[in-house]
T-cell receptor, first 118, second 117 residues
Framework: DTEVTQTPKHLVMGMTNKKSLKCEQHMGHRAMYWYKQKAKKPPELMFVYSYEKLSINESVPSRFSPECPNSSLLNLHLHALQPEDSALYLC?????????????????FGPGTRLLVL | AQKITQTQPGMFVQEKEAVTLDCTYDTSDPSYGLFWYKQPSSGEMIFLIYQGSYDQQNATEGRYSLNFQKARKSANLVISASQLGDSAMYFCAMREGFKAAGNKLTFGGGTRVLVKP
């Protein structure tokens, strides 16, 4: 079972709202990722968690705040977003391991949340 | 310089025919992995196939095969017997070396495939 789930599927929010995106996996993976994808572009990495610790932040604005409550869950808290933040937000997970990852570490993606900021 | 290049922004293919999607990459690391993902209009990125730089044989997964030419730094995806459900965006991606936690995938720009009945 290589399922990663994301909720909600669609989200519309105003620039003053606070919302959260949720991601869950039950594959026993220990690395989880947030990506942002604009239309007709490849995904762009935002954050990586490894063993529930933030290991990579790709210089993402502070209006995006990730959280990893446990090894199965990953949240992305949104606050004071801008219209240009409208995009597909993808969550992914991979096996993860202590130390260095081999190049064959495969990431499995969820269906994404389509976010529209008005 | 782009590390992953997909030169075909879009292509049509007739149902039941084979199609080849091009991918070239650039790395100086001797150890790397190459991945292909499919993204239908629904948005989910679906993992298709993986090729490691030290793998002796080309990877195959059902109707998907990877034509890996290491000297030319190309990793083309071949889809045999195309089906209408193959219509999607296809991304080639690379992961370099043995990296610390969370080394990121580098994606190409993608190729949109439309299968005609």
């Amino acid at each position: 079972d290589t399922e990663v789930t994301q909720t909600p599927k669609h989200l519309v929010m105003g620039m003053t709202n606070k919302k959260s995106l949720k991601c869950e996996q039950h594959m026993g993976h220990r690395a989880m990722y947030w990506y942002k994808q604009k239309a007709k572009k490849p995904p762009e990495l935002m954050f990586v968690y490894s063993y529930e610790k933030l290991s990579i932040n790709e210089s993402v604005p502070s209006r995006f705040s990730p959280e990893c409550p446990n090894s199965s869950l990953l949240n992305l808290h949104l606050h004071a977003l801008q219209p240009e933040d409208s995009a597909l937000y993808l969550c992914a997970s991979s096996q993860g391991r202590v130390g260095r990852y081999p190049p064959g570490e495969t990431q499995y993606f969820g269906p994404g949340t389509r976010l529209l900021v008005l | 310089a782009q590390k992953i290049t997909q030169t075909q922004p879009g292509m049509f293919v007739q149902e039941k025919e084979a199609v080849t999607l091009d991918c070239t990459y650039d790395t100086s690391d001797p150890s790397y992995g190459l991945f292909w993902y499919k993204q239908p209009s629904s948005g989910e990125m679906i993992f298709l196939i993986y090729q490691g730089s030290y793998d002796q044989q080309n990877a195959t997964e059902g109707r998907y095969s990877l034509n890996f030419q290491k000297a030319r730094k190309s990793a083309n995806l071949v889809i045999s017997a195309s089906q209408l459900g193959d219509s999607a965006m296809y991304f080639c991606a690379m992961r370099e070396g043995f990296k610390a936690a969370g080394n990121k995938l580098t994606f190409g720009g993608g190729t949109r495939v439309l299968v005609k009945p």
